[in-house]
C-alpha cells in the first residue's frame, strides 16, 4: 500500500475521520459557493455505465452498486498524486459502511502491468479496484487523459463532485460532494 510523503499528509491520516449517519464531520470547512460543482442531470450515468474489470475478470457496472452512492477514481501507479489519492479515498471507504458508499478505484494501465499491480495490492484495500486498459470506462466518464481523475455520483445517479488533480486542498469539496451523495434518496431501480 502507498506510504504518505508529507508529514501532514501522514498527521491527516493518523487523526482519522469522525463519521456521521451521512459520511463526515463539517469540520473540514466547505468550498466557498462559486467552487461548487453543478450537479449533473439526474440519469447521466445508467446502470450499464462500465466501471471496469475486477480481479476475476468480470465487468463491473455502476448498476451493480445500486443504491449506494459511489466514487469512481481514475489513476495509474507511477503517479505520485494518485497514490495519495489512494491512501486518502481508501480512509473515506472504511469510514463508511459499504453497504451506503464504494469507492471504485479504475486503475488506467496496461493489462500486464495491472496484473502485476493488483498482485501487489491484494487484500490489503477496501476499496474495489478494477482496470480499463482498453478506456472504455474513462471515454463513458469523459475522463481527461490524465490521472488522478474523481467523480462522485449520488444514490441519485446525480454527479455531486468531479476532481481533477490531487492535493490537500482538494478534500474539503470532495468530502462535501459525499456528504451530498450518501445524504440523496437512492433512484428507484
Known amino acids: 500500500m502507498p506510504r504518505p510523503h508529507a508529514p501532514t499528509r501522514r498527521r491527516w491520516i493518523e487523526a482519522g475521520l469522525a463519521t456521521t449517519a451521512f ?11 462559486a467552487d461548487k460543482p453543478k450537479p ?4 447521466e450515468f445508467d446502470a ?17 452498486l445500486h443504491p449506494r452512492a459511489v ?7 507511477w503517479c505520485p498524486h494518485c497514490r495519495n489519492e489512494l491512501v486518502a479515498l481508501e480512509r473515506v471507504q472504511k469510514s463508511v ?34 482496470n480499463d486498459a482498453n478506456g472504455d470506462v474513462g471515454r463513458a466518464f469523459a475522463s481527461p487523459n490524465s490521472v488522478p481523475y474523481t467523480v ?23 468530502v462535501d460532494g459525499i456528504n451530498k451523495a450518501l445524504a440523496a434518496r437512492p433512484r428507484a431501480g
Open 23 to 33: 459520511g463526515f464531520t463539517a469540520s473540514l470547512q466547505a468550498q466557498d459557493a
Open 71 to 77: 466514487v469512481v477514481c481514475f489513476w495509474a501507479s
Open 48 to 64: 450499464a455505465t462500465p466501471l471496469g474489470r475486477l480481479n476475476d475478470g468480470n465487468a463491473l457496472t455502476l448498476g451493480e
Open 152 to 174: 462522485v455520483i449520488g444514490r441519485d445517479g446525480v454527479v455531486q463532485h468531479r476532481l481533477r488533480g490531487w492535493s490537500e486542498e482538494s478534500l474539503p469539496g470532495l
Open 97 to 130: 459502511a459499504p453497504e451506503q458508499l464504494r469507492v471504485v478505484m479504475v486503475n488506467t494501465e496496461a493489462s500486464a502491468d495491472w496484473r502485476r499491480i493488483r498482485r501487489q495490492l491484494e487484500g490489503q484495500l477496501s476499496v474495489l479496484l478494477t
Open 40 to 43: 449533473a442531470a439526474p440519469g
